[in-house]
């Protein structure tokens, strides 16, 4: 049980918007691209895991629980370079905000999740 794709798509057009917003308020085309890379590559990991049992059988990847623990530090510390290059967050500040941020989503998302035993 994944994230529905209806989902998926509003989270890429918030993404568009997020992106449309910067451009606007920073007037940088690349702060812009940069924001709306980041968000979709988020978004993608995000979708890929919430439908790990496929995305991990396509790809070849066997074990799950150190890959997991992987794309969540990466998540974290790609939204956190985002903040500090793009929005000029404290360096810390950002990795904390990240922490807290992105691991919202993931408990979340680990609560929702049904059990398969």
Known sequence: MGIPYSTIQRLFIGSLVAAGLTWFTQENFTDAAYVLIAL????????????????????GMNQTGALTVLAFLGSIALFAEVSIRVWGFPTTGSYLLSLFFVGSFWWTSALIQPENN
């Open 40 to 59: 979709s590559a988020l978004i993608g990991v995000a979708w890929g895991l919430s439908e790990r049992e496929m995305t991990f059988a396509h790809l």
